[in-house]
């Protein structure tokens, strides 16, 4: 079974960074399209960076895109998201994801929480302003 594990999380002040880490574990990491997701109190998760099974093809939500990276690292069977200029609205509960069907899919990327079929328990990251 797989299981995912975040960390990183933290209280930060705007303008500052954190880097998340997901620690992939059960299955063989090297297959999984790995995802990444937030969701603030009162709000429905959103998708904020994703990146296949092959580190071929990476894609951001609008809001972070050129704030946050997202990386991976199948020796280590670890994904990474790192998140620069951090704003108070980027407060959230922080999730990692994996997608199984990650590398029948190819370089497609989905960006919806039903098509990732496992998720780690989440890391708060806290921005104050």
């Known amino acids: 079974q797989v299981q995912l594990v975040e960390s990183g999380g933290g209280l930060v002040q705007a303008g500052g960074s954190l880097r998340l880490s997901c620690a992939f574990s059960g299955r063989t990491f090297s297959r999984y399209t790995m995802g990444w997701f937030r969701q603030a109190p009162g709000k429905e998760r959103e998708f904020v960076a994703a990146v296949t099974w092959n580190g071929a093809n990476i894609i951001y939500a609008d809001s972070v895109r050129g704030r946050f990276t997202i990386s991976r690292d199948n020796a280590e069977m670890t994904s990474y998201l790192q998140l620069n200029s951090l704003k108070p609205e980027d407060t959230a509960v922080y999730y990692c994801?994996?997608?199984?069907?990650?590398?029948?899919?190819?370089?497609?990327?989905?960006?919806?929480?039903?098509?990732?079929?496992?998720w780690g328990q989440g890391t708060q990251v806290t921005v104050s302003s």
């Open positions: 994801a994996a997608d199984s069907h990650g590398k029948v899919r190819g370089t497609t990327i989905m960006v919806v929480p039903p098509e990732y079929d496992y």
